[in-house]
């Protein structure tokens, strides 16, 4: 089950889901704001070609029926209170007993602190960051991993971080374990 938001980060979530069925899975998507801008209008598209259901609702969750959760509901440029229909989604993951997987930013998390509380946010057990660790990556305690290996040195040295080695022609390294 993808879950993405309206934003980039949903985009990332569509593209995942893509990627999982190129890899002979069978995702399912649930995007329940879908803005109307080409980029995202053509990726749900491309779900629609490749056979991947895309839900405007969440079903009822269930660990017979799915292994996981993509969290790609919102990314760095959150801010505010969790509004409908999410605020009724991040709970419903939160206590769906299914192991969450947060792209970049666990939903809910304020890029620089982190979680502020446990009531709307996700609390995942893998974070996929992407490019390089975002700041409220250091409140996270579970399996990490960076995909981005593209980076060029000289964005890198502008920004201050170093990438980590990713070995042979890998495009994830794992960070941290749990």
């Known amino acids: ?10 985009g990332d979530g569509l593209v995942a889901a893509r990627h999982l069925w190129q890899f002979g899975y069978a995702p399912t998507v649930v995007y329940p704001k879908q803005p109307q801008k080409p980029l995202f209008v053509n990726l749900v598209a491309q779900m629609e070609m490749m056979g991947i259901p895309v839900l405007t609702e969440l079903p009822v969750l269930s660990a017979g029926e799915y292994e996981l959760i993509l969290d790609a509901i919102f990314g760095f440029s959150f801010a505010g209170a969790v ?3 999410f605020d009724a989604i991040l ?3 939160r206590t ?10 666990p939903s809910g998390w304020d890029v620089e602190s982190g979680p502020a509380d446990a009531l709307d946010k996700i609390q995942p057990d893998v974070l996929i960051s ?6 409220c990556a250091r409140h996270f305690s579970g399996a990490h991993y960076l995909g981005g290996r593209f980076v060029p040195r000289s964005i890198a040295e502008q920004f201050g971080f170093a990438q980590p080695a990713f070995p ?4 994830v390294v794992r960070l941290s374990s749990e």
């Open 1 to 10: 089950r993808c879950v993405c938001g309206p934003g980039n980060n949903g």
């Open 83 to 85: 509004r409908a229909p």
């Open 91 to 93: 709970p419903a993951i």
């Open 96 to 105: 769906s007993g299914l192991p969450v997987v947060s792209v970049d930013i």
């Open 130 to 135: 992407l490019t390089c660790p975002k700041a």
């Open 168 to 171: 042979g022609t890998e495009q």
